[in-house]
């Protein structure tokens, strides 16, 4: 029985300690924000924290302890669709200054409530994406024809 006391004493402590690590990291290296998945009710909404890391987007649920994101948002997938301002109804659980930022994640719809220094951030991110149907560029073709152009000399 001390055995179980200990055990459950312990996962409450390391629970504890994951959540502060995750609370303390995430906060003061990302932008908050409330998002849910379209469609939605008022309900819907979830606080979080939003970490650009090159190409994708994560999303930190404020009340989850797992380490890694609860959410990762690839930017070459990502459409900018609009914004707008919250409606009275979206008001019971966002600030009133805030901007919805309206986005499709492959066959996916999601509104991001930001800031608006968070919305313009998040726009320019997604606008600054490189195209999904430019070439890579082929060094070995391109190799090829300079030296096939020089033979023929």
Known sequence: MEWLVWGIALLGVAALLLAAWRFF?????????????????????????????????????????????DRVFGRTRATFNGHRRPKDEDLKLLEENGI???????????EFALDSRGAMALIA?????????QERTDHNRLLNKITRNQERR
């Open 25 to 69: 990291t995430l906060r003061s290296t990302g932008t908050a924000v409330v998002l849910r998945e379209l469609p939605g009710t008022v309900g819907d909404w979830r606080h979080g924290t939003l970490r650009y890391n090159g190409d994708d987007l994560q999303f930190y649920k404020l009340r989850s302890l797992s380490p890694s994101a």
């Open 125 to 133: 991110w997604i606008e600054a994406a490189p195209s999904s149907r």
């Open 100 to 110: 919805i930022v309206q986005v499709s994640v492959g066959g996916s719809e999601f």
